[in-house]
């Protein structure tokens, strides 16, 4: 069984910046691909980024240059580091790690970006 803890969100202006984080546990016995999804209200969920067992990452269009994904292995963690926020940022995150075939999520963390 494996658990996803993430924290980090909450409510900034347009223009500022959150860093998300999400902490694995459980049987976690190597090192996996992780990332992050949202979701806005009446959307459907989105690949935000993404990083390899390596930290070779991927960004969506919308947030490349704005936001970076990066790891640390030793504490099963991954992070978003999100700036320049828009309003259309507005979401749940969701952080995701894929393991021997399955992908467990975490209860996802709202991001709301409004002056």
């Known amino acids: 069984q494996v658990q996803l803890v993430e924290s980090g969100g909450g409510l900034v202006q347009p223009g500022g910046s959150l860093r998300l984080s999400c902490a694995a546990s459980?049987?976690?016995?190597?090192?996996?691909?992780m990332g992050w999804y949202r979701q806005a209200p009446g959307k459907q969920r989105e690949l935000v980024a993404a990083i390899t067992t390596n930290s070779r990452t991927n960004y969506s269009d919308s947030v490349k240059g704005r936001f970076t994904i990066s790891r640390d292995n030793g504490k099963n963690t991954v992070y978003l580091q999100m700036n320049s926020l828009k309003p259309e940022d507005t979401a749940v995150y969701f952080c995701?790690?894929?393991?021997?075939?399955?992908?467990?999520w975490g209860q996802g963390t709202t991001v709301t970006v409004s002056s």
């Open positions: 995701y790690l894929a393991h021997l075939g399955s992908l467990y």
């Open positions: 459980g049987s976690i016995f190597s090192i996996n691909p």
